[in-house]
């Protein structure tokens, strides 16, 4: 679980941690499943809606990423070519359309089977894996360090919109590199201090803060003065340590 001093808004991770019952490791999850969980067939057309599928009681959540509820005992339209016409099984889906019942694409159905707490484990792991991979794949420069100090660095001429970002200069004491290179033990980086709607989600890292960082230069619309600056903006830009060893695996890739 992510420490609140990261100050990174997440989507919700609903996960099974107390399974009691035995089974073996199934088959490995798929990418572009947000959603898995343990399900029964209930209708073979969901009745008042267009939406195409099947009716999938919620028997079990293994793993939710996303801004919805818990679905636990709730009903979920599973659409796709391969969705079991009965009975009970794992459903790896991704949710596309939500309401008084969410709709979602299968991605992958297999055998019904409870979780032990050791797939849900690495369940979750391979999800983080996934989530982590694009931004270690676009970051070009990946280290281990704390935060020494910080300080307000000004809009950097972005203002010509309302959203300013309240840009603030981070210097960080470098323990360890995972990526790239620096002149010395030190590096400086920008981050966005405002809790602006465009970006509340931005890490707010705090002097004394110890965490994996992921920067590049600029971001996507960056002018001068900010193109050139180390940035970390993405709310995956600043990891805990303890995803260290999963950054280390998708660097390996």
């Known amino acids: 679980m992510h420490s609140p001093g990261l100050m990174i808004v997440c989507g919700l991770a609903v996960t099974l941690a107390s399974c009691k019952t035995t089974g073996s490791a199934g088959q490995t999850a798929p990418p572009g499943a947000s959603f ?12 008042g ?16 990423r996303g801004a ?8 979920v339209i599973v659409s796709g070519e391969k969705v079991p016409s009965s009975g009970q099984h ?7 359309q939500f309401g008084r019942r969410i709709a979602a694409s299968l991605v992958l159905a297999e055998p019904g089977r409870e979780f032990t707490e050791g797939d849900v484990k690495k369940l979750e792991r391979t999800k983080r894996k996934e989530e982590l991979q694009e931004r270690v794949d676009g970051a070009e420069l990946i280290f281990v360090g704390s935060v020494a100090s910080t300080r307000a660095w000004g809009r950097g001429d972005v203002a010509e919109s309302e959203h300013d970002p309240q840009f603030t200069l981070a210097t960080v004491t470098v323990r360890e590199i995972l990526r790239g290179r620096i002149e010395s033990g030190r590096v400086e ?6 809790d602006d709607v465009h970006w509340y989600r931005s890490p707010k890292p705090r ?14 619309g960056a ?3 900010v193109a050139e600056q180390w940035t970390l903006l993405h709310e995956n830009d600043l990891l805990e340590k303890d995803d260290v060893e999963i950054v280390r695996e998708n660097l390996r890739k």
Not at 36 to 47: D, S
Not at 207 to 220: I, M, V
């Open 36 to 47: 898995v969980f343990l399900g029964t067939v209930t209708e073979e057309r969901p009745g």
């Open 49 to 64: 809606t267009e939406i195409p599928g099947r009716v999938v009681h919620v028997d079990r959540v293994y793993f939710q």
């Open 68 to 75: 919805f509820d818990d679905q636990t005992g709730s009903e």
């Open 90 to 96: 794992v459903f790896h889906v991704d949710p596309y």
């Open 189 to 194: 980086f920008l981050f966005a201090a405002s």
């Open 207 to 220: 002097q004394g803060l110890e965490a994996l960082f992921l920067l590049r230069r600029g971001f996507k």
């Open 223 to 225: 002018v001068a003065g």
